[in-house]
């Protein structure tokens, strides 16, 4: 089935430093990738999203490129603020094995903390 | 502009009681979902519709029914509650074939004692 596996946190850095998380997926067909966040105390936000292989994703600083040689999405910001403390979801949407309607699988989320 | 909107956001229930979750919203979305979100597991699909009339379940279906009367309202609701039901519920909506780019509610967190 459709599965989409994140690093593990929480991830703690100090502002302007760059970040990384990790993300790599399994899927039947050709799914789309995504990112989300969700500030404290709110539903999730759609962060960037990527369509097919070798598009990159952008948004608020945040970038993404489709890998579909290594299966991964990794989301990168090259100088994070404090603003930026969040948990983030990678996601992807594909159809499911009996080749049900595409629908929206998350990752278990990596919470970002950023310290000024 | 409202977008999606869930009540309520706090709810404490005894074990076998009932209620139903509202979300509501007002962008004319066909499709509309409900999520659990729970300790490091992510979010995880309970129901979804496609349009008015029309349901089906995702992966943790399991206790909860949803119906669309209506292309603005989803209400879930859970028949006899449980412990394990104990979780942070997120209703989200978009335009049909764009299931990935989700508009998400803020969420209620239901406690089930």
């Known amino acids: 089935g459709n599965s989409v596996t994140q690093m593990e946190g929480p991830v703690t850095l100090s502002e302007e430093a760059f970040l990384t998380i990790n993300c790599t997926y399994t899927?039947?067909?050709?799914?789309?990738l995504f990112w989300y966040v969700q500030y404290p105390g709110e539903g999730l936000q759609l962060l960037l999203k990527?369509?097919?292989?070798?598009d990159k994703g952008s948004n608020k600083g945040f970038e993404a490129t489709y890998r579909k040689e290594t299966t991964s999405f990794h989301l990168e910001k090259g100088s994070v603020q404090v603003s930026d403390s969040a948990v983030y979801f990678c996601?992807?949407?594909?159809?499911?094995?009996?080749?049900?309607?595409?629908?929206?699988?998350f990752g278990s989320g990596t919470q970002l903390t950023v310290l000024p | 502009n409202a977008g999606v909107t869930q009540t309520p956001k706090f709810q404490v229930l005894k074990t076998g009681q009932s209620m139903t979750l509202q979300c509501a919203q007002d962008?004319?979305?066909?499709?509309m979902s409900w999520y659990r979100q729970d300790p490091g597991m992510g979010l995880r699909l309970i129901h979804y519709?496609?349009?008015?009339?029309?349901?089906d379940q995702g992966e943790v279906p399991n206790g909860y029914n949803v119906s669309r009367s209506t292309t603005e309202d989803f209400p879930l609701r859970l028949l006899s509650a449980a412990p394990s039901q104990t979780s942070v519920y997120f209703c989200a909506s978009t335009r049909a074939g764009h299931t990935g780019e989700l508009f998400f509610g803020e969420g209620s967190r239901l406690t089930v004692l």
């Open positions: 899927a039947t067909g050709y799914p789309s």
């Open positions: 519709s496609v349009g008015a009339g029309i349901t």
């Open positions: 990527a369509t097919k292989a070798d």
């Open positions: 996601a992807l949407s594909a159809r499911g094995a009996s080749g049900s309607a595409r629908q929206l699988t």
């Open positions: 962008m004319n979305h066909e499709y």
